[in-house]
């Protein structure tokens, strides 16, 4: 997929790594010459040949040591993880091991002995966690693909935080053997890319089940979202205390978003962001010291130095829940759960900010607990409700990257990249006569494609719509000759204008058959768009149906 040589990104990798200097980003970087020496070996052939990975350190890679940012836990595994494993024999080249917030335990990125990962953008403020390095190496350009895990929001926040994707997938599609735990049955491997295409690519690499793993799984992808999704966005309420400038960012997003053609409806998401208070208020925080928590306790005596203080608060704290207190927080879940899914009934994904403000490393080291808390609003909720989520970039502001997150439901992960395209790329305007409308038997090629019906509209006067001989039955549009721009006349032919995103475009053009064309065509309001034509010749003898005014009104006529 890159257009260096293996060897060649490494050299650049490491380059890179030298001029940005951010060492906080690295636990463990492996020396130069053993990973040209692996580059050198790869198959240009591969899928990921030519790209280099990172690696969060609390997911195992063969060789180098696993330390979930607590050198006290440190230990030497003999194998990759699979998600490691499946990266490199698609081409990846790893580079070495990043920070996190101590086991993964936090949604800031300063929480760990090897130092505060600061923010690509700005390093006065915070990259954002527990997956900091990992984000970190993708923004600065040292990485193109990087492994992080995400249980309250891991893998979304600090993406949105440094202005690149962040895939969390669907929990157990990547299997979490060789994942030191956080929260077990929650955790996620989830991937980073700087664009949407390399990180779905790279997430649909790692994913697949694992013996080893019992709770990994497979499942039916649910299907595309149809031709005018409607998707969720939070009510005014749910999005108070933001940071300045991000409520207007958000609502920009919707508006673009909604000019792709998908229909926006307000949905009131309480039951969802109470649910997410559970994640750490309720009695899943046990998971944590089931996870941990020994490890803690044996060590107490360096809690403040090489163990983070704040993380063993959190993770200590979760003895004291009881069995009575889990079942009773268990059956809650469930009902907020149901009451959520009604709420967004109807709805291809849940449309949300990925996070609520962007502080410094100061803000956070004066308030450890409640800033990071502020991070969380709209990302606890979805592991403990079994959702898939993608964060992707949505603009700047202050200068400063702004993301958004789409979720939906277990098994959505290709549908929400489909949605997310929307918003990675506007799309193009097509207009089409026949066969490819709504309700015609062509009309599911434009849906695959990620096509959106935009409306009705009709072509200026001018154009001629024949009947062709072909199965199935399809018309023909061609302009008058002597019919230029700003043709007056009789009424244009009626059509619709579906929205694609450029890949779907370029996809679905490509499959176009002759005598079928496309080129522009001019609409009754002025604009000029990408339409079906057809070449002249091939309406030599056949039926003239202009009169009709369009295809459906022919068929009915028939």
Known sequence: MSAMTPAERVEAAYDRIRSVDRPEIWIHLRPRDEVLAEAAAVDPALPLAGLVAAVKDNIDVAGLPT?????TYAYLPGADAPAVARLRAAGAVVLGKTNLDQFATGLVGTRSPYGAVRNAWDPARISGGSSSGSAVAVALGIADIALGTDTAGSGRVPAALNGIVGVKPTKGLVPVTGVVPACYSLDCVTVFARDLRLARTAAEIVEGPDAADPLSRTGTQLPPPPARP????????????????????FHSAVARLAATGVEITEADITPLLEAAELLYGGAFVAERYAAVGGHLEKHRDLIGTRLDATVASIVLAGRERTAAEWAADTARLAALGAS?????DGCAALLTPTTTWHPTLAEVAADPVGANARMGRFTNFANLLDHASLAVPAGCVDG???GV??????????????????????????????????????NAHLVQAGGTLVGPVR???GYRLHALATEPPKPGLVRAVGAGPGSGGRAGVEGEIWRLPAAGFGTFTAAVPPPMTI????????RQVSGFLVEPYAVEGTPDITRFGGWRAYLAST
């Open 230 to 249: 409607r998707v969720a966005v939070p009510a005014p309420h749910h999005l108070e205390g933001m940071a300045d400038g991000w409520r207007t960012a």
């Open 67 to 71: 330390t979930a940012a607590a050198p």
């Open 459 to 461: 072509t200026a006067g």
């Open 519 to 526: 080129g522009t065509v001019e609409l009754a309001d002025g």
């Open 400 to 402: 400063l990257p702004f």
């Open 405 to 442: 997150m789409l979720t939906g439901p277990a098994f959505s992960d290709r549908a929400l990249a489909v949605l997310a395209e929307r918003l990675a790329n506007p799309g193009v305007d097509l207009f089409v006569v026949g066969a490819h409308l709504t309700g015609q038997p062509l």
């Open 340 to 344: 959520g899914r009604a709420a967004l």
